[in-house]
């Protein structure tokens, strides 16, 4: 092959693409003589060509703002879409005749976004629509995250004018399965010695405090009485009174050791279930009233709520993440602490709380709060000079050791649910029957086990799902 011939083919491969590319870019209506044409949809910013199978002479359009014409030949128009609306574009004939009305609706251009749509959210059956001059979504999405990147994608093409007719797929409810556990510790020790001596008409007692006290019986200190300067002096055990008399002079050794201790557990396990991006609230404890005067001078009540605390919204995104917003406190009313006002004694409270946005998948679990306290205290008290003598400065020292420890956890599982039947569910009082006059008082009975197949599941345990499917 000759390399004219070559050239040739190559200018007539080039021609016939820019033809078929012109052709792909603008759409063609054709008007038939004395029919009514279909509307003509010219997206914004794009060109359509309209063809006219009969020579017109004179072409209008009614709003030139929406759309420009111009006339390419005696039977073809150019029209360009410029802002969106609908408006009308008339042809006549050389006599003046009506050849035909054409309506022409301008719209923004959906095929880039449609085309944007699928390689951003590929398999996500949305549908793209246009109405007026906005962009209207319709279909269903797999989550609320890619529902909120489709609507931003289209306000990119229709800011402010995108109507969201999409609803979200799957299971939007989330279970959150909350454990509160909290350990406190409490360990106080004291010991303490004092000396007695009492004769004739005067007494005295010299203790930890190096303080005198004036008694005329000294076995009166094993009772705590008015006299004694003794630690705990309003109770009397751990006491110990070693003495005696000669002649006249009494004289008397009074020991003192006591310890205690204290145990507490707390453990609350609410659970809640809240829609996605919905809030879901929990307290378990109580109110506590609150005076508080007004400007007027009158005193009206608030109340200040205490115990387990929990408010969360979930929100379950792709490949089934659940981000979940929390926040969680435990409180109680602390009895050591009080502010009286207006002859009214209020309480203070003691609080923990966390706040926090934590992503998890189903049935995962996270330990959102860990608080460690450990108070340590201890004090020693004696007599000047006599409490550092050997052996014997025992006998004027005192000595108090006091530690309390405190720990709180708290862990939460979200779960993805979906509701279920109401015959699956069970009540703890399923598990008992009220007892009859018989069972009462002759049998002594106070509650019947429940029989049959509501008692069976009724005395299962109750730490599985209660009313929810769990996926």
């Not at 279909?38 to 006219?52: D, G, I, K, T, Y």
């Not at 009506?98 to 976004?113: K, Q, R």
């Not at 229709?158 to 299971?171: I, K």
């Amino acid at each position: 092959m000759s390399i004219g011939r070559i050239f040739a083919v190559g200018c007539l491969g080039v021609a016939l693409a820019s033809a078929s590319l012109s052709l792909a870019q603008a759409q063609t209506l054709r008007v038939m003589q004395g029919s009514t044409p279909q509307p003509l949809e010219v997206p914004l910013n794009r060109a359509v060509v309209v063809e006219s199978d009969t020579a017109f002479a004179e072409l209008s359009i009614a709003n030139p703002g929406i759309a420009d014409i111009s006339t390419l030949s005696d039977k073809t128009i150019y029209v360009l879409g410029k802002a969106p609306g609908r408006t009308t574009m008339t042809l006549l004939g050389a006599d003046g005749r009506l050849i035909s009305n054409v309506d022409v609706s301008v719209s923004p251009d959906v095929a880039e976004f449609k085309e944007r749509l699928q390689q951003i959210l590929p398999g996500e059956h949305i549908e793209v629509r246009t109405a007026n001059d906005g962009i209207v979504l319709s279909g269903t999405v797999s989550s609320a995250a890619k529902l909120d990147r489709a609507l931003d994608l289209a306000a990119r093409y229709a800011q402010d004018r995108v109507s969201n007719l999409m609803s979200v797929g799957g299971t939007q409810q989330v279970m959150l399965k909350v454990r509160f556990a909290e350990m406190q510790r409490s360990v106080s020790k004291n010991l303490s010695a004092s000396l007695g001596i009492s004769g004739g008409s005067t007494s005295g007692l010299i203790g930890g405090t190096g303080q005198l006290a004036q008694t005329s019986n000294l076995t009166a200190l094993l009772n705590g009485g008015a006299s004694s300067t003794l630690t705990s002096a309003n109770q009397a055990s751990g006491r110990i009174l070693l003495g005696g008399g000669l002649g006249g002079l009494e004289f008397g050794v009074l020991l003192e050791a006591l310890e205690s201790k204290g145990f507490v557990r707390t453990l609350a396990e609410p659970n809640l279930t809240a829609l996605s991006g919905q809030e879901a609230k929990f307290l378990a404890g109580g109110e506590y009233p609150i005076p508080v005067t007004q400007s007027s001078g009158a005193v009206s009540v608030e109340y200040k709520p205490f115990g387990v605390e929990l408010n969360f919204t979930p929100l379950v995104i792709e490949d089934g993440n659940i981000n979940l917003t929390i926040n969680a406190a435990v409180s109680s009313i602390d009895t050591t602490t009080t502010l009286t006002t207006g002859g009214v004694s209020v309480n203070a409270f003691k609080r923990r709380e966390t706040s926090t946005t934590v992503e998890m998948r189903d049935g995962e679990s996270f330990a959102i709060a860990g608080l460690l306290q450990d108070d340590f205290t201890d004090l020693a008290s004696q007599v000047p000079w006599l409490g550092d003598i050997p052996v014997l400065g025992a006998l004027f020292r005192s000595a108090d050791y006091a530690r309390k420890q405190s720990e709180l956890v708290i862990i939460v599982t979200p779960h993805l649910v979906t509701p279920t039947r109401g015959e699956a569910f069970v009540l703890p009082t399923d598990r008992v029957k009220i007892p009859s006059e018989r069972d009462l008082f002759l049998n002594g009975q106070v509650a019947r086990p429940q029989k049959g197949a509501a008692g069976e599941v009724a005395r299962q345990d109750f730490s599985g799902s209660y009313g929810y499917v769990m996926e």
